[in-house]
């Protein structure tokens, strides 16, 4: 059974930085694309990052493009996503995402984690 946890959100301040880490387990994690997906009260979940199996490519949504990084160890099983000058609007529940292809929409997710909260206050 695939396993994804999400760890390190919370409540920061903005312009404030947080680190989200994932760690995977069940399935052959080299053979996945990873990715980083949100979900804010009252809208649709959202495509943040992406990382393809061997870290040759990343991907972003223009939002977060300059601010968020995305990174994976495959010696761990755990990808990460680095977010730095935070603003009120990246306040969303974020979600790890696995997919057997690049994943920059949640219909080209095979797995997701259960999510972390992220709160940025002005």
């Known amino acids: 059974q695939v396993h994804l946890v999400e760890s390190g959100g919370g409540l920061v301040q903005a312009g404030d930085s947080l680190r989200l880490s994932c760690a995977a387990s069940?399935?052959?994690?080299?053979?996945?694309?990873m990715g980083w997906f949100r979900q804010a009260p009252g809208k649709e979940r959202e495509f943040v990052a992406a990382?393809?199996?061997?870290?040759?490519?990343?991907y972003y949504a223009d939002s977060v493009k300059g601010r968020f990084a995305i990174s994976r160890d495959n010696a761990k099983n755990t990808v990460d996503l680095q977010m730095s000058s935070l603003k009120p609007e990246d306040t969303a529940v974020y979600y790890c995402?696995?997919?057997?292809?690049?994943?920059?929409?949640?219909?080209?997710?095979?797995?997701w984690g259960q999510g972390t909260q992220v709160t940025v206050s002005s």
């Open positions: 995402a696995a997919g057997a292809v690049t994943i920059v929409a949640p219909k080209m997710v095979d797995y």
């Open positions: 069940g399935l052959t994690f080299s053979h996945y694309a």
């Open positions: 990382i393809s199996w061997r870290s040759s490519n990343t």
